[in-house]
Nanobody, 126 residues
Framework: QLQLVESGGGLVQPGGSLRLSCAASGFTLDYYAIGWFRQAPGKEREGVSCISSSGGSTNYADSVKGRFTISRDNAKNTVYLQMNSLKPEDTAVYYC???????????????????WGQGTQVTVSS
């Protein structure tokens, strides 16, 4: 069974950092593009960052550029989202998603992705 599991969320003060992990089980992430999305209460799901299967291509939402970094360790079958300088507006449930790709690219469009995790809560508050 293909499964994605997010971890690393929690409560952090403004200006703090968190590292989210997205671990895959039941399949290898080597040939999958991965995206991170978030959804705040009362808002639509939005794309945060994505990374191609090789890691050679990444993309970020304007709201997180310079603060968030996506990376992957295919040997550990895990993708990470390092979040620095967190702001209250970053508060949301964060989801990772995967899609089998045959070219080395990724997009920040939720409909592109086939497999989704259950999400991890990130709360930025003093």
């Amino acid at each position: 069974q293909l499964q994605l599991v997010e971890s690393g969320g929690g409560l952090v003060q403004p200006g703090g950092s968190l590292r989210l992990s997205c671990a895959a089980s039941g399949f290898t992430l080597d040939y999958y593009a991965i995206g991170w999305f978030r959804q705040a209460p009362g808002k639509e799901r939005e794309g945060v960052s994505c990374i191609s299967s090789s890691g050679g291509s990444t993309n970020y939402a304007d709201s997180v550029k310079g603060r968030f970094t996506i990376s992957r360790d295919n040997a550990k079958n895990t993708v990470y989202l390092q979040m620095n300088s967190l702001k209250p507006e970053d508060t949301a449930v964060y989801y990772c998603a995967a899609d089998r790709t045959y070219t080395d690219y990724a997009v920040l469009t939720s409909s592109f992705y086939e497999y989704w995790g259950q999400g991890t809560q990130v709360t930025v508050s003093s």
